[in-house]
Structure formats: structure tokens, C-alpha cells
């Protein structure tokens, strides 16, 4: 084998490699062109209303912190106040009020009602602690919901473990609605995702982003495909090392 055929054939080994991989499936909304969306009518985004089980951080202020100090003991430690099997929460001088069925606004509206027979001047805010859980084909989390209206692809840049290969076009969402579990598949590679009606993400939700053919393998060096490029470099630098000393031995 001459060093022009040896050259040759390497070229033809690292143009086979990289033809193997998938690249369009790397792109985000490949399809998209430039233009401009009406928010109004994109599908899917319907503002929150507490369901059993959401957990609610409610902040009460008042000119005088110390008379509310104690209504906001839960919250300040984060644990929020958990929506029960009824619907309701059990909260501080008022006892059980009804949440369930209601936007968080309302929420408030409702509590300062009930607490301003006992404090003036209450400024009461409800807010969501609500998560999405995912998993992608490396590990798992959970992202932290801190605005009502959170995108999946504000979900998706916030996973620290998502590979490049893995499968955006072809991700598992799972929701649990109305006594329903919902199974859903959304491709995020395609302009599609933003007319979809699960664009917008519900507290709880779960996402599944399956490992692709080359995920964990181009950037794992236990992967499969690193083994294969490793066995092959070792097989190629000892072969233009016999050629080497073949040459030298003429």
C-alpha cells in the first residue's frame, strides 16, 4: 500500500463515519422562516387553575411585617402549602379555603377576603411551586417551574444532561389531566412544536428524550461507537507504522 492509497483510504474511512450521522436531526425548527406568529393563536396555553396536589407558595404583606410574620412561616421555608385530595388548603387564622378550580390571581383575591376581617391593608400573592420532570439517555431531573407559562423548549435548554444525538424529534410528554394520563409525542426539529398544544408545559408534566444511535458515544468515551473509532485509529496507526518501517527497510 503506497502512502497516496493509505491516504486515500483513511479519507474514505473518515468520510464514511461522519456520513452516518443524522445532522438535520440536530437542529432545532429546521423548517422555520422568518416571520411573525399572532400569540393569540397559538394552541395550548391556557392559564393555570389549582388542581389537587399543586403545591402553592402564598406570600401575605402587610405595612406592618410583624403582624403577618407567622402566615408566612410555610412559605419562607419553601414547602409551600399542599392542595389536598379536596381541594383545598388549611391556612393560617382562616383554616380550609377552597383552591381548586381557580387561577392563582383569584387565589389571592380570595385569601386577602378572608384575612382582611382580621388585618388591614393586606397585599396577598399566590404563586405555583410546580416542577417538570425529565429524563434524557443520560439522566434525570426536574426543572423548576418559576412562571405560569413555561415552553418546552424553555425546558429543554434548561436539562443539563441532554446529549446532542438524542431524539428531539421524536420526545415522549406525559401529563396527567382530568383523571387522565396522557401520552403525546412532540418533535422539536420541526416548526410544527409551536402551533402544538402541549408547547406550553402543566405542573408535573414528564418528558422523555430517548438516546439516539450516537448518543453517549461520540462524546462517552465508554460508548460503543468510541470503542469502534478507538480500535480502528490503534488498527491504522500500526498499520502506517509497518509501512513506515517497511520503507525505511527497502
Request: glycine share 6%; net charge positive.
Amino acid at each position: 500500500m503506497t502512502k497516496s492509497s493509505f491516504s486515500f483510504f483513511l479519507l474514505s474511512l473518515i468520510v464514511f463515519l461522519t456520513s452516518c450521522l443524522p445532522t438535520k436531526r440536530l437542529y432545532y425548527f429546521h423548517d422555520q422562516v422568518k416571520g411573525i406568529q399572532n400569540l393569540d393563536t397559538t394552541k395550548g396555553f391556557n392559564v393555570h387553575r389549582i388542581k389537587k396536589n399543586d403545591r402553592l407558595k402564598i406570600i401575605v404583606s402587610s405595612p406592618d411585617p410583624t403582624l403577618t410574620t407567622y402566615l408566612n412561616i410555610s412559605s419562607e421555608k419553601n414547602s409551600g402549602f399542599l392542595v389536598n385530595t379536596d381541594g383545598v388548603i388549611n391556612f393560617p387564622a382562616v383554616g380550609n379555603v377552597r383552591m381548586e378550580g381557580l387561577t392563582t390571581d383569584e387565589a389571592g383575591i380570595l385569601l386577602k377576603e378572608k384575612l382582611s376581617y382580621l388585618f388591614k391593608d393586606l397585599f396577598v400573592n399566590v404563586s405555583l411551586e410546580g416542577k417538570i420532570n425529565f429524563m434524557t439517555g443520560k439522566k434525570g431531573g426536574e426543572i423548576k417551574i418559576s412562571s405560569e407559562r413555561l415552553t418546552i423548549i424553555e425546558a429543554v435548554s434548561q436539562m443539563p444532561f441532554i446529549d446532542p444525538y438524542d431524539y428531539r424529534n421524536d420526545i415522549w410528554l406525559i401529563r396527567e389531566e382530568d383523571n387522565k394520563r396522557i401520552f403525546e409525542k412532540v418533535d422539536l426539529t420541526s416548526k410544527s412544536i409551536f402551533e402544538s398544544p402541549y408547547f406550553y408545559l402543566k405542573n408535573n408534566d414528564f418528558l422523555y428524550i430517548k438516546p439516539g444511535r450516537y448518543s453517549r458515544t461520540l462524546f462517552n468515551s465508554s460508548g460503543p461507537l468510541a470503542s469502534t473509532i478507538g480500535i480502528v485509529g490503534s488498527s491504522l496507526a500500526t498499520l502506517s507504522l509497518i509501512i513506515s518501517l517497511k520503507n525505511l527497510l527497502k
